[in-house]
T-cell receptor
Framework: GAVVSQHPSWVICKSGTSVKIECRSL??????MFWYRQFPKQSLMLMAT?????????EQGVEKDKFLINHASLTLSTLTVTSAHPEDSSFYIC????????????????FGQGTRLTVV | GENVEQHPSTLSVQEGDSAVIKCTYS??????FPWYKQELGKRPQLIID?????GEKKDQRIAVTLNKTAKHFSLHITETQPEDSAVYFC??????????FGRGTSLIVHP
């Protein structure tokens, strides 16, 4: 199947600093990537939908100025957690859908390996 | 928007038994229903999916059924093995092309 690579897999940062997480589709082009946050033993909470070449669409309650999303190419989306605080500590995971068939039929979304963020 | 309910939240079975996880959805426009397996600390992996024009799909020990009228779909795992232990998520995707996930089911298979 298609591969989505997410980096870093884990990061520890100091409170007040910013952290950038990358999500790359390695063998396919993705017009749309999704960013999720997952708390322990809970489901995947959609934070935003990242569209190549346009602004991301944020879910209600997600601060767009705090979670900056950039989707500069068909294979790369980044999530930057700005001025991180301990309550931002979580597991962040991206997923991407192959552009082939996009807008035509729903297809499988491939997940990155996730990033464990710890803010101290 | 779409709302997906998943039950049970935890399922404990003996090795060799069958396991069934059920999901309901609200948006009649949803037409794609994937099931993902997530092991601790790892990424969700697609294990099986079904489209709205099909009522049942099977892949070895795993099967999924879909009832469009009732808006529910189920995952069936037969002859469970300890390595089936994980969290399973259902999802429904419709006209927005954005998947909505259920809350997950923690499956524990006891040897």
């Amino acid at each position: 199947g298609a591969v989505v690579s997410q980096h870093p897999s884990w990061v520890i940062c100091k409170s007040g600093t910013s952290v950038k997480i990358e999500c790359r589709s390695l063998d396919f082009q993705a017009t749309t990537m999704f960013w999720y946050r997952q708390f322990p033993k809970q489901s995947l909470m959609l934070m935003a939908t990242s569209n190549e070449g346009s602004k991301a669409t944020y879910e209600q309650g997600v601060e767009k100025d705090k979670f900056l999303i950039n989707h500069a190419s068909l294979t790369l989306s980044t999530l930057t957690v700005t001025s991180a605080h301990p309550e931002d500590s979580s597991f962040y995971i991206c997923s991407a859908r192959d552009r082939r068939g996009a807008g035509i039929r729903n297809t499988e979304a491939f997940f990155g390996q996730g990033t464990r963020l710890t803010v101290v | 928007g779409e709302n997906v309910e998943q039950h049970p939240s935890t399922l404990s079975v003996q090795e060799g038994d069958s396991a069934v996880i059920k999901c309901t959805y609200s948006d009649s426009a949803s037409n794609y229903f994937p099931w993902y397996k997530q092991e601790l600390g790892k990424r969700p992996q697609l294990i099986i999916d079904i489209r709205s024009n099909v009522g049942e799909k099977k892949d070895q020990r795993i099967a999924v059924t879909l009832n469009k009228t009732a808006k529910h779909f189920s995952l069936h795992i037969t002859e469970t093995q300890p390595e089936d232990s994980a969290v399973y998520f259902c999802a429904a995707t419709g006209g927005s092309y954005i998947p909505t996930f259920g809350r997950g089911t923690s499956l524990i298979v006891h040897p």
